[in-house]
Structure formats: C-alpha cells, structure tokens
C-alpha cells in the first residue's frame, strides 16, 4: 500500500509563500504522474498542478507563473512552491500520484489558509 504524506500548510498573510511537501512511502520512479490538487470550502475539487515521470509539468491557469511543482526522486518528495499567495487559494491541498496501472493515491491533505 502506497502512503502519501504532505506536510507544510498553515496560515500566510497575502503576498506571503508556502512550500508544501509530499513524501511517498516508495519509489516515485514508479508514478508516471504526481501532482497537487485543492478543494475550497463548498467547491469541488480542481488540479493545481502535476508533474510526469519525466518532469512534464502542468498547471491550473490561476496559479501560472506562481506556483511550481518539481520532484526530488532521491528523497521520494514532490514539492509544490506557492508564491504570491491570495485569499482565493485557501483549500486543502491533496498529493495524488498515478502509477503504472493507473492506479491514482491520495494523502490525507494539508490546511493552507491566506488570511491577514
């Protein structure tokens, strides 16, 4: 069984950066796709950003140019750098990877919270 665990969240004044961090419990070699997604109070949940096994990265059009996805395959760690943070991007945040079956994992979620 695969685990996925984020860590990071919290609360940041607009304007402020987070970084979050998502620690899969075996190789990442493994997943053909990571990535973060969020989901808002009463809203579904969207893509915000994923990342292929070969370091394609993909982003939901509202966090272009401010977030960025990467992985670390030696540390098993993808990591979602959030800057110019807006009230708007208060969810939480999930890490999902894809593997080689398509089978899709979840971790648990992180608050972050923009608030001044």
């Known amino acids: 069984q695969v685990q996925l665990v984020e860590s990071g969240g919290g609360l940041v004044q607009p304007g402020g950066s987070l970084r979050l961090s998502c620690a899969a419990s075996r190789s990442i070699f493994s997943f053909n796709l990571m990535g973060w997604y969020r989901q808002a109070p009463g809203k579904q949940r969207e893509m915000v950003a994923t990342?292929?096994?070969?370091?394609?990265?993909n982003y939901v059009d509202s966090v272009k140019g401010l977030f960025t996805i990467s992985r670390d395959n030696a540390k098993n760690t993808v990591y979602l750098q959030m800057n110019s943070l807006k009230p708007e991007d208060t969810a939480v945040y999930y890490c999902s990877a894809r593997d080689v079956w398509r089978r899709d994992y979840w971790g648990q979620g992180t608050q972050v919270t923009v608030s001044s």
């Open positions: 990342i292929t096994s070969g370091g394609i990265t």
